[in-house]
């Protein structure tokens, strides 16, 4: 049941991304939608990991299917760091510099910011709900 719900969520988050990418794709050069993955993704992780860590039993224990399918599954597939790393390349070997430098920094920083303010946001979100 552990690898259907990993497999079902990867599913889902990778028909997330492709809908990213059919619907903002990139801005003069910039790739927006995985930009947006990323940052989105890093967000939301962070957010239910602090809720999965919080949660001592039930379906948002740190061991339960649902932790599986949405982490490592749907987040797992939306994030993508190998599609970041091409597009990176793709523009120091178009000749810019600058916009893979922007890129790399933003999305660095974003995500892991992203992820903070996620897992923070997760962490009130528990004490409020008593756990």
Do not use: H, K
Request: proline share 2%.
């Amino acid at each position: 049941m552990i690898w259907v719900s990993v497999a079902m969520g990867g599913a889902l988050g990778a028909c997330l991304r492709y809908a990213l990418f059919l619907s903002i794709g990139t801005v003069g050069g910039f790739p927006l939608a995985t930009f947006a993955a990323n940052a989105g993704g890093s967000l939301v992780l962070g957010l239910l990991a602090a809720l999965f860590r919080l949660g001592e039993s039930g379906p948002m224990s740190w061991d339960s299917p649902l932790r599986l399918f949405l982490l490592v599954g749907v987040l797992g597939a939306l994030t993508t760091f190998s599609t970041f790393a091409l597009e990176a390349v793709d523009a120091l070997r178009a000749g810019r510099v600058g916009l893979a430098l922007l890129y790399v920094s933003a999305t660095l920083v974003i995500t892991v910011v992203g992820c903070w303010i996620g897992y923070l946001l997760g962490q009130g979100l528990g004490s409020a709900l008593g756990r």
